[in-house]
T-cell receptor, first 111, second 116 residues
Framework: GENVEQHPSTLSVQEGDSAVIKCTYSDSASNYFPWYKQELGKRPQLIIDIRSNVGEKKDQRIAVTLNKTAKHFSLHITETQPEDSAVYFC??????????FGAGTTVTVRA | GAVVSQHPSRVICKSGTSVKIECRSLDFQATTMFWYRQFPKQSLMLMATSNEGSKATYEQGVEKDKFLINHASLTLSTLTVTSAHPEDSSFYIC????????????FGSGTQLSVL
């Protein structure tokens, strides 16, 4: 099955700086890569996703890049704010099938 | 986005009792729902895939007789933890597929189960 690895496990950044989280996947058939943000005790919220026919996608301060050849994808958060503090999960799947999640990255934005 | 409702949000029960968790898609029909389990500070682990009108597909290592899943309609899936024990204490969360090819997962609010 699909194996998704995520790094780093924790990330502390100064407010206003950028944060980058990286993930790799093992199944070359995977073609859908979402990112979720989860606050303590709450449900994961989809923040951005990308399909394998696209190399990069941006939504305001959030961007995701995908390198299919290397089988890795990354989340970039620019101009971080305290409300960006949360656990972020990457995931991979074949469209319409089950998601495999990374282990998560705890992001702390220091004011 | 699509709304997935999950109840109850928190359950405290005695060891040996059974607990039922409901997951509803409120504004769309979900032919497939997924049940996840999440331990503190860990990732979401898929337990089973629930398909409307058919038997659930369980992931390796998940006991189907202990975690009973029913998906009787296009908007409702239930997870019953039978004869719960303290080691079953966890955050259980359902999700339903949406989007053009059902690839986008929308999560319920989760159920924190504590077994005494």
């Amino acid at each position: 099955g699909e194996n998704v690895e995520q790094h780093p496990s924790t990330l502390s950044v100064q407010e206003g700086d950028s944060a980058v989280i990286k993930c790799t996947y093992s199944d070359s058939a995977s073609n859908y890569f979402p990112w979720y943000k989860q606050e303590l005790g709450k449900r994961p919220q989809l923040i951005i996703d990308i399909r394998s026919n696209v190399g990069e996608k941006k939504d305001q301060r959030i961007a995701v890049t995908l390198n299919k050849t290397a089988k890795h994808f990354s989340l970039h958060i620019t101009e971080t704010q305290p409300e960006d503090s949360a656990v972020y999960f990457c995931a991979a799947s074949i469209l319409g099938y089950k998601l495999s999640f990374g282990a998560g990255t705890t992001v702390t934005v220091r004011a | 986005g699509a709304v997935v409702s999950q109840h109850p949000s928190r359950v405290i029960c005695k060891s040996g009792t059974s607990v039922k968790i409901e997951c509803r898609s409120l504004d769309f029909q979900a032919t497939t729902m997924f049940w996840y389990r999440q331990f503190p500070k860990q990732s979401l682990m898929l337990m089973a895939t629930s398909n409307e009108g058919s038997k659930a597909t369980y992931e390796q290592g998940v006991e189907k007789d202990k975690f009973l899943i029913n998906h009787a309609s296009l908007t409702l899936s239930t997870l019953t933890v039978t004869s719960a024990h303290p080691e079953d204490s966890s955050f259980y969360i359902c999700s339903a597929g949406g989007g053009p090819t059902n690839e986008k997962l929308f999560f319920g609010s989760g159920t924190q189960l504590s077994v005494l």
